[in-house]
């Protein structure tokens, strides 16, 4: 079973402005990896935040974990078109060492122009 | 990083043939993984190709449909067997890198595109 699910399902925004999807999760986690796919390619890594921390930002991206609601949001701001894309949370296992990640169900972002 | 080539990038094929994906590796990984991704959906894990021994399981695939080879430290191949319409799927490699532990991002091929007709 998915380990995250994502909200919303989709999301269709205008140019320039903020987007926000989320993901919970139901079991412990050691960090919480965001991911991006373009048009049914491959994911690409956007940023980790470590279960000891609550915001971290790379770029236009603002990541969120709040580890007692078993949450995380991902903020894009001033979107671009180029944005328009699937963002996927992914979870390893509590158990040091294991190196799977479970992938929660994913947002589809577009980015009107 | 990682940098992954996984071919073929995309192909159709007649129900009943097998289909063979590559993926290459730029670096030596000690974990490779193979995901399905159906129309639509989320990745589902298939199995994890270990170099040295074979190649572990998620719930509901089994080896008999999906084989997989993992000769060296760089290269692995998922064979999706016997397909009907079902299979229809990309599938997508993927690799660890990182210290290990809890730095355990990952990084994709550009995924197989696979219809079968």
């Known amino acids: 079973s998915q380990q995250g699910e994502e909200d919303p399902q989709a999301l269709s925004i205008q140019e320039g402005e903020n987007a926000t999807m989320n993901c919970s999760y139901k079991?412990?986690?050691?960090?919480l990896q965001w991911y991006r796919q373009n048009s049914g390619r491959g994911l690409v890594h956007l940023i980790l935040?470590?279960?000891?921390?609550r915001e971290k930002h790379s770029g236009r991206l603002r990541v969120t974990l709040d580890t007692s609601k078993k949450s995380s949001s991902l903020l894009i701001t001033a979107s671009r078109a180029a944005d328009t894309a699937s963002y996927f949370c992914?979870?390893?296992?509590?158990?040091?060492?294991?190196?799977?990640?479970?992938f929660g169900t994913g947002t589809r972002l577009t980015i009107i122009p | 990083s990682a940098v992954i080539s996984q071919k073929p990038s995309r192909d159709i094929c007649q129900r009943g043939t097998s289909l063979t994906i590559q993926c290459q590796v730029d670096s030596q990984v000690t974990m490779m993984f193979w995901y399905r991704q159906q129309p639509g959906q989320s990745l589902t894990l298939i199995a994890t190709?270990?170099?040295?021994?074979?190649?572990?399981?998620e719930s509901g695939f089994v080896i008999d449909k999906f084989p997989i080879s993992r000769p060296n430290l760089t290269f692995s191949t998922l064979t999706v067997s016997n397909m009907s319409p079902e299979d229809s799927s990309i599938y997508l490699c993927?690799?660890?890198?990182?210290?290990?532990?809890?730095?355990?991002?990952?990084?994709f091929g550009a995924g197989t595109r696979l219809s079968v007709l």
């Open positions: 993927s690799v660890v890198s990182g210290s290990g532990g809890a730095v355990n991002i990952q990084y």
């Open positions: 935040i470590r279960s000891n921390e």
């Open positions: 992914a979870t390893p296992p509590s158990n040091f060492g294991n190196e799977k990640l479970t």
């Open positions: 190709a270990n170099q040295g021994s074979e190649a572990t399981y």
């Open positions: 079991t412990s986690i050691n960090n």
